[in-house]
């Protein structure tokens, strides 16, 4: 008995929760350098930053050549060749490129929320593997556990010290233990394989058991204004505000009359007239209401982005609480369970036959679901922690 008790009194001691970095990271380097995904997202974006410039130039010049037969023959023929380049009012053209470049500071910042939301997702999925590893971890050590009472009272039964009701309650307990190991390699494997998705189909052995120290301040209303500050929706929005004030500038100068200018010559028989073409476009209906729906347009996204800040305000606001609460409750919960941990208490009763096997199993159910909550509670803090930090 007493090789079980020294086993009981090494296994059932509370492991305080000690935090260290993981190798989390590592896995967010590693996948982000092998994601299909992101690759593809980012030759989409090089290729929307080019199609942006297009456009933004001077339109192509008009070569005219005309070859005309006279009648009567004797009249000869009749030669006109021309080349002419069309102008818009100089200011378009400042605009255009200014909306191009703005336009791909939001092609870029497009990519960047796209690899947030991949970087969110590996990160919750590290989460998960952190709380299972930590769980098999504790499975590990209540199986061994198990296995040392079943081989125990197996002994004890083939030499009748025992009856057969108190040998089956420690095999049932035993095959409990068991399945809920294999149940957690089964969802271990499955977070290992989405890994390996993310990580362009190469295997990540992921072994983190340890949950890092949240970082999360508790001034929300300065942490939001960096939030706010780095966030790609928002960006988006005010660059998009940006492109509708140019918007509104290049549709008035659009509005001005265009120019042309060139070169003719004309030759038939025995003459030959050469000079300058000079035309003018007269902007009457063609641009009817284009400044008037840009004006409009840019005051449209001026309330949604007012809007969005307001949402996103009180979005983080319900998050951090939620947060601030479950960390406060994690810390809380760890205190109160060292402090009532009767792991000892219960290894000396057993001992000096105080209470049955089935006693004891059911009190160190009550301490194995206590350490299975905390360490939930330790998985939502962490995952709470992981949703808000994805806006910084």
């Known amino acids: 008995m007493k090789h079980i008790i020294t086993a009981l009194i090494s296994i059932l001691i509370l492991s305080s929760s000690i935090y260290s970095q993981s190798n989390v990271d590592s896995v967010l380097i590693e996948i982000e350098k092998n994601n299909t995904t992101l690759s593809a997202l980012q030759k989409r974006a090089e290729a929307d930053k080019i199609g942006n410039k297009t456009g933004i130039y001077l339109q192509n010049p008009e070569v005219g050549l005309n070859y005309l037969w006279g009648d009567p023959s004797s009249i000869g023929n009749r030669i006109d060749f021309s080349i002419k380049q069309t102008f818009d009012f100089p200011t378009a053209y400042r605009y255009r490129y200014q909306i191009s470049r703005i336009q791909n500071e939001q092609v870029e910042l497009e ?42 009272y197996k002994a004890k039964f083939d030499i009748g010290e025992t009856n057969i009701l108190e040998y089956n309650k420690a095999q049932l307990n035993l095959l409990n233990i068991r399945k809920d190991l294999e149940s957690q390699k089964i969802k271990r494997d499955a977070l290992l394989g989405e890994l390996a998705r993310l990580n362009g189909g190469i295997f990540i052995n992921f072994t983190d058991s340890i949950f890092q120290e949240p970082e999360l301040s508790t001034d929300f209303e300065q942490w939001y204004i960096q939030a706010e500050q780095s966030n790609p929706l928002l960006n988006w929005l005010t660059k998009e505000i940006e492109i509708s004030q140019k918007q509104v500038n290049l549709k008035r100068a659009l509005s001005f009359p265009k120019l042309q200018a060139g070169y003719m010559s004309e030759n038939i028989v025995g003459q030959e ?14 641009n009817k209401n284009t400044v008037k729906y840009s004006k409009a347009n840019t005051i449209a996204l001026e309330n949604i982005t007012t ?26 919960y760890r205190a ?15 001992n000096k036959g105080e209470i049955t096997l089935i006693g004891y199993f059911l009190e160190l159910s009550i301490y194995y679901e206590s350490v299975n909550k905390l360490l939930e509670l330790e998985r939502d803090m962490n995952k709470a922690v992981v949703v808000l930090n994805q806006y910084m």
């Open 336 to 350: 109160q369970l060292q402090t009532f941990n009767n792991s000892e208490l219960l290894i000396k009763a057993l």
């Open 273 to 286: 007239f050469q000079g300058l073409i000079v035309g003018l476009s007269i902007p009457l209906w063609e």
């Open 307 to 332: 809007d969005n800040k307001i949402q996103l305000y009180n979005q983080l606001k319900v998050l951090h609480t939620k947060a601030t609460a479950l960390q406060n409750n994690v810390n809380d």
């Open 111 to 152: 990519y960047q929320k796209a690899r947030r939301v991949l970087l969110l997702e590996i990160r919750l999925i590290c989460n998960d593997l952190i709380y299972t590893n930590a769980l098999l971890s504790e499975l590990y050590k209540r199986f061994n556990h198990a296995e040392s009472i079943s081989s125990s």
